[in-house]
C-alpha cells in the first residue's frame, strides 16, 4: 500500500512540477493536429506524379537547389491552383490559403532554414489529392496521371 501511495504522490508532484515550468505552452504546438487530415493514395500513382512533376519544373526553370516550392510548380503548370496547395505540407510547416493568397505557414520552428518552404513527399500526396478531387478525377477507379498532367499542363 505504501507504494501505491508513494506512486501517487510522485505523479502529483510531477504533474505539479510540469504546470510550474509552463508545460502545456511548451508543447501545444506539438499537440496541434495537421492543417489537413493526412490523406493515402497508392504510392506507385504518389512516385510518377512527384516524377512527371518534378521532371517538367527541372526540364522549363531548372534544378532547383533547396527543393520544389509551390511558385515553381505554379510557374510550369498553367492548370494548376494555388488552392492546390491547401494543407500541403513543407519542410517546415505547411502551405494555406490566406485572404485569397497561397501562404507558407512556418508555426513557431526553433530553427527555420532555407529550403523550409520546399514541399515534402507527405505534401505532395496531399498535393496529388486535392488536385485529382478539383478535376473530379477518381484515381482509384479509372483516372490516371496522365489524365492530371494533362489537365495540369492545359491552358485555363
Not at 4 to 26: C, E, K, P, Q, S
Not at 57 to 73: A, C, L
Request: charged share 20%.
Amino acid at each position: 500500500m505504501l507504494k501505491y501511495i508513494l506512486f501517487v504522490m510522485v505523479l502529483l508532484a510531477l504533474n505539479v512540477a510540469f504546470w510550474y515550468v509552463g508545460g502545456t505552452d511548451r508543447i501545444a504546438p506539438y499537440l496541434t493536429s495537421d492543417p489537413a487530415p493526412s490523406v493515402h493514395t497508392d504510392p506507385v500513382l504518389t512516385d510518377v506524379f512527384v516524377y512527371t512533376l518534378e521532371e517538367e519544373v527541372q526540364r522549363k526553370i531548372g534544378q532547383p537547389i533547396e527543393g520544389y516550392e509551390p511558385s515553381m510548380f505554379l510557374e510550369v503548370f498553367p492548370g494548376l491552383a494555388e488552392t492546390d496547395f491547401e494543407g500541403v505540407e513543407a519542410s517546415i510547416g505547411f502551405y494555406t490559403i490566406s485572404q485569397g493568397r497561397l501562404v507558407h505557414e512556418l508555426g513557431t520552428p526553433e530553427l527555420v532554414h532555407s529550403a523550409a518552404g520546399a514541399v515534402t513527399r507527405r505534401g505532395m500526396e496531399t498535393l496529388l489529392h486535392n488536385v485529382a478531387s478539383r478535376l473530379e478525377i477518381d484515381l482509384a477507379r479509372d483516372g490516371t496521371i496522365t489524365d492530371i498532367m494533362r489537365a495540369l499542363l492545359a491552358v485555363p
